[in-house]
């Protein structure tokens, strides 16, 4: 199994590009299934989850067209078996995403349930709820859900949770249901107003998507449409804080640097020199960075995606930051892993209190979800020495080529086996 190889005590110095967003393109993904035209997708990200997501479509009949230069078609002209399976679901929560649209237009479902992961329990039962309002019949048998609805029928649903793809299979099952939908509590992550974006080009009726209520007034079909999907914010974040961490200067190009805001805030605070222009950051870190002590919640607060990746920063960091994780119970697995590389993290519950170090060192490490390996890359490249990060293959579902884009920047790191 392939591993990667990472030399630290490098700076980072160049461009690198921001691909499309992996949780802005699987939501798209599933709007495919909403019409029999075909949706033809930009800046789609060569990633795992991607790859996971067109074979869930393609085992229901979609046809699913070569992804070339971030190009990718779909075509959902027939659904033969709105069916999503455990082997393909239990790799990738988000394709629950699929339930929505698929009782949308076919009126039945049967989607595996996603059961928990390394961050925390994951519970659907938001979604299940929501189109329970809506009509839906839905019943749990041996690890299914088993959907059914005439045509579902818009109505007010008040979210219990904050949850980001909860909102986004709601609103695309109400584009196609009769009257109007109210998202009330709904999720307010770029993501979801770039799948409204989306929605809207194939003939939707939203409105309010980036507010904690969202419109939906149900149409009879939608069309297909072409869209470009957003820039990756988390990837985007990452990179910045690789290089607050490991120093030097970098322009990012291809971004969204207004879905960034809470991260460069703190990476500012760090000592960082951020400049923002339309679609390109740079930054410049020169000093040891300065610890920093943030709160993960739903955007605009900063985003728990980004907590890993600024706990490898706080590590050797001057001063203590503590860290505290509002959205998954479990979600400091890359502590214990940072540890090894020697940082000085002691968690108290929903908190880590990270002391840093002068230096970190590199050990063999374990990678344990996909923020949590980006964290062991960033620690990695300010390690001493060599860092072997195994289990990368929860990388490859969310960053399109990392190690290239790294290595163009001077980083030393390679993938092995
Ligand atoms: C999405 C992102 C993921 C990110 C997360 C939080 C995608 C594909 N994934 O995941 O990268 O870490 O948002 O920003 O976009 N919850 C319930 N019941 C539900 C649904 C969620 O209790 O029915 C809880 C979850 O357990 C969690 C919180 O709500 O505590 C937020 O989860 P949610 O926003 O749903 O995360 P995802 O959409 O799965």
Redesign the pocket.
């Known amino acids: 199994m392939d591993k990667l190889l990472v030399s630290g005590g490098r700076p980072l110095v160049g461009e690198a590009r921001i691909s499309g967003a992996?949780?802005a393109a699987?939501?798209i993904m599933c709007a495919a299934l909403l019409t029999e035209q075909a949706l033809k997708l930009d800046n789609v990200p060569r990633l795992m989850d991607v790859r996971t997501m067109a074979k869930i479509l393609a085992l229901m009949g979609v046809e699913v067209g070569s992804q070339d230069d971030g190009r990718l078609e779909l075509r959902a002209r027939e659904i033969k078996d709105p069916t999503a399976g455990y082997e393909l679901v239990k790799t990738m929560?988000?394709a629950v995403l699929v339930l929505g649209p698929l009782l949308a237009r076919c009126g039945r479902a049967k989607v595996s349930l996603p059961g928990g992961c390394g961050i925390?329990?994951?519970?659907?039962?938001?979604?299940?709820k929501g189109l329970q309002a809506m009509g839906a019949k839905i019943d749990i048998e041996h690890g299914y859900m088993n959907a059914i609805a005439k045509r579902l029928k818009g109505t007010r649903i008040v979210m219990?949770?904050?949850?980001?793809?909860?909102t986004e299979n709601l609103m695309l099952a109400a584009t196609l249901a009769e009257g109007a939908t109210l998202l009330e509590n709904a999720?307010r992550?770029p993501?979801v107003v770039d799948l409204a974006h989306c929605l809207t080009a194939m003939g939707a009726r939203i409105q309010g998507a980036g507010t904690d209520t969202i419109r939906v007034e149900g149409v009879r079909s939608l069309s297909g449409a072409q869209h470009r999907v957003m820039p990756d914010r988390?990837e985007t974040g990452t990179y910045l804080a690789a290089v607050a961490a490991a120093g030097g200067k970098v322009r990012l190009s291809g971004a969204a640097p207004d879905t960034v805001g809470a991260t460069v805030e703190k990476l500012v605070e760090a000592g960082a020199r951020v400049a923002l222009g339309a679609d390109s950051i740079e930054i410049e870190m020169e000093a040891r960075p300065r610890a920093v002590s943030l709160t993960t919640a739903?955007y605009p607060g900063f985003?728990?995606?980004m907590q890993a990746q600024c706990m490898a920063l706080d590590s050797i960091a001057a001063g203590t930051g503590t860290i505290t994780e509002t959205?998954?119970?479990n979600r400091f697995m890359h502590a214990l892993e940072l540890q090894r590389l020697g940082a000085d993290i002691s968690i108290q519950g929903n908190t880590a209190v990270v002391k840093g170090v002068e230096r970190l060192q590199g050990a063999k490490v374990m990678a344990t979800d996909l923020r949590a390996s980006a964290s062991l890359v960033v620690a990695g490249l300010v390690a001493q020495g060599e860092t072997l990060i195994d289990r990368i293959y929860h990388l490859d579902r969310g960053y399109e080529g990392l190690e290239k884009k790294l290595s163009a920047l001077g980083a030393r790191i390679a993938r092995v086996r």
């Open positions: 992996k949780n699987l939501p929560r988000a925390g329990a994951r519970p659907v039962d938001q979604h299940i219990d949770v904050v949850t980001v793809t909860g999720a992550e993501e988390i739903p985003a728990t995606d959205i998954f119970e």
